[in-house]
């Protein structure tokens, strides 16, 4: 009983998230829910297509000359719905069609810049936009941009969206277009530092939209500013009284990351360091935290994207190489007591490897960790989809329902162990990448 | 419906890297400047606080220790001036009782003598009375034992001679 009175939260919480997942799921796929499993094995699949298919004449499943609609009905995919869900959007998806409009900041080289909001697309089904604005569509809830030139600047309504699987060098690309008076207009992703090998690439446009994950990261910065004002406000004011409210919850905190991280690994100067380790701490961890919520204002999967850790690693490589100390350059570059062909040929090169591959490191830990997370939690809600065939049997929807609530909240649990311990980790290497740096050398 | 199955999270993208950087650079300089800073201060403080009771407390022990000690020497120095004190009565006490018996005993020895001389000084008077009276008494019988025999004038004669001779003889 004290575990359930412990841990009820928890409970709730993974227990409403199976269902909001599930709602969400449904909601995107269109698919009944399996209460009126009746009532749709009676409709044929194509009374359930968007209206924007039945407006342009393409019923659903139709090949047009540029591929599939992307409001086909094809088979449930567990991964592609778990990659979806953990990407990046221009706008937040609540409940059914209704979907949070989030400002759009856009940049296409030679036509400039271009604000405005993701409501101006008037997305609804699936966030899909029914109109192109200045060379801008939303499809899926992202924005992508028209190629040709001709739809540059105004309004455009746009009948459908297609994809079509092709192979450019060797590699399986997705083309998207967007279906405008019956032509098919190939559109652009958002520019990517991929360098291609992901399958993006510079494009036509950027994006410095404030998208789902800028949002949640606001959202975030804001709420623990706002606590912790609280609490260095209270701290100040309970001086020479005992510790009250939040500063309970908060302080234990602070003094786990000064004495158990930064001291014991960067040593007496550890104070210069302590606002950057406890700002990458609370950052990750609140995001982290954040982002195990399924709904609203939650559900973003921020520090699982690459963009993101890589911003933190980056920080962590600069501090760490500028506050670097001659003792360190010297052990990196010419190791003392070594022979010169060694140095030369083995040492120095795996040294300044190492400088590089270490923030790597740091970077990719924490996305993979974040994002696998969230794709087993999602594989695991989609367990109802695969068992109810999609939504058709209810039967087997119910017993996905069985396997998959214990499941998700069994991954739950161990994500909020996994949001604490890669925000420790982060923090903790930061601090011993920047103790090595500025390490005196031992007075033999 | 197809998803757009693009795994994208692993694609730096521009947009997301420079709010990212910008959301960061703020938080990290508005936290540390007003939250971790003050809290940092109100822990070292509370911590040197706490330090300071603690220290404190281990010097009032120990001051309690030092009185404890300083008491029970003072104890032990009372006790032992009571015992002196005591020992000092008890002597004074068989002093003064020797000195009482002594001056009893002389007193005594006074009275009795005193006493002695005064048996003696009505004795010697007694004897000195009993003399006379006996001397008294023996003239008087001598006296009528001369009234008796003298009422003859042969006797008074023979008497008178007598006595002459006596006299002679002395």
Not at chain 2, 25 to 36: D, E, K, N, P, V
Not at chain 2, 88 to 111: G, V, W
Request: glycine share 6%; hydrophobic share 45%; net charge negative.
């Amino acid at each position: 009983m004290t575990f359930a009175r412990k841990y009820w939260i928890v409970l709730i919480i993974s227990g409403l998230s199976t269902f909001a997942f599930a709602q969400d799921g449904h909601e995107n796929h269109n698919h009944p829910q399996p209460a009126q499993q009746q009532d749709a094995a009676a409709h044929p699949q194509t009374a359930q297509t968007t209206g924007e298919n039945a407006e342009a004449g393409h019923p659903a499943g139709a090949h047009s000359p540029c591929g599939h609609s992307v409001n086909e009905e094809v088979p449930f995919n567990a991964g592609d719905n778990a990659v979806h869900h953990i990407a990046d959007a221009n706008a937040i998806h609540l409940l059914g069609d209704t979907y949070l409009p989030l400002p759009c900041i856009l940049y296409a080289p030679g036509h400039g810049w271009k604000f405005s909001t993701t409501s101006t697309f008037h997305a609804h089904h699936h966030g899909n936009g029914e109109v192109a604005q200045d060379g801008y569509v939303l499809v899926h809830g992202s924005i992508m941009r028209i190629q040709n030139p001709a739809y540059a600047k105004g309004e455009v309504k746009v009948d459908d969206y297609t994809h079509q699987d092709t192979t450019i060098n060797g590699k399986k690309r997705t083309l998207y277009y967007a279906v405008i008076n019956g032509e098919c207009n190939l559109l652009d992703a958002k520019t990517t530092y991929d360098g291609g090998i992901m399958g993006g690439g510079i494009t036509s446009f950027y994006d410095f939209s404030i998208t789902r994950n800028v949002f949640t990261m606001l959202l975030t910065v804001l709420i623990l500013f706002l606590v912790f004002r609280s609490v260095a406000k209270s701290a100040t004011k309970t001086h020479g009284r005992a510790p009250k409210g939040l500063q309970n919850f908060i302080e234990p905190f602070y003094t786990f990351i000064r004495d158990e991280v930064a001291k014991p690994n960067i040593g007496p100067k550890y104070e210069k360091y302590m606002p950057y380790l406890l700002s990458a701490f609370f950052f990750i961890l609140g995001l982290n935290l954040i982002g195990q919520i399924p709904f609203f204002p939650g559900g973003a999967n921020v520090t699982g994207n690459i963009s993101i850790t890589i911003v933190l690693a980056l920080l962590t490589f600069i501090i760490s190489t500028f506050s670097a100390k001659k003792h360190f350059w010297e052990h990196t570059l010419w190791m003392p007591g070594v022979p010169a062909v060694l140095k030369i040929f083995i040492l120095t090169p795996i040294e300044i490897l190492g400088i590089f591959l270490k923030p790597f490191t740091l970077l990719l830990r924490l996305f993979a960790n974040i994002t696998a997370g969230h794709i087993v939690i999602l594989s695991f809600v989609s367990l109802i989809f695969i068992f109810g065939d999609a939504g058709k049997s209810t039967n087997g929807s119910i017993a996905g329902i069985i396997a998959s609530v214990p499941l998700s909240l069994f991954m739950m649990t161990l994500e909020l162990l996994v949001a604490f311990l890669q925000a420790f980790i982060f923090t903790m290497l930061s601090a011993t990448y920047i103790g090595t740096a500025i390490e005196e050398p031992h007075h033999h | 419906m197809l998803f757009l199955a693009d795994f994208s999270v692993i694609k730096p993208e521009p947009g997301l890297l420079f709010w990212t950087t910008v959301i960061f650079l703020i938080f990290w300089y508005m936290m540390s400047r007003f939250a971790f800073k003050p809290i940092g201060e109100a822990l070292k403080k509370r911590e040197q606080d706490i330090q300071e009771a603690l220290d404190e407390a281990k010097k009032a022990r120990e001051e309690m220790a030092h009185l404890e000690a300083k008491n029970e020497q003072l104890l032990a120095e009372a006790r032992e001036e009571r015992a002196q004190m005591l020992k000092e009565a008890k002597d004074a006490k068989e002093q003064i009782i020797a000195e009482a018996k002594e001056r009893a005993n002389a007193e005594y020895k006074r009275k009795v003598e005193s006493a002695l001389h005064d048996i003696e000084n009505h004795k010697n008077a007694a004897m000195v009375e009993l003399k006379n009276k006996s001397g008294q008494l023996a003239i008087e019988i001598a006296e009528k034992i001369l009234r008796k025999e003298l009422s003859n004038k042969a006797e008074q004669e023979a008497y008178a001679k007598s006595l002459s001779d006596s006299i002679q003889l002395n």
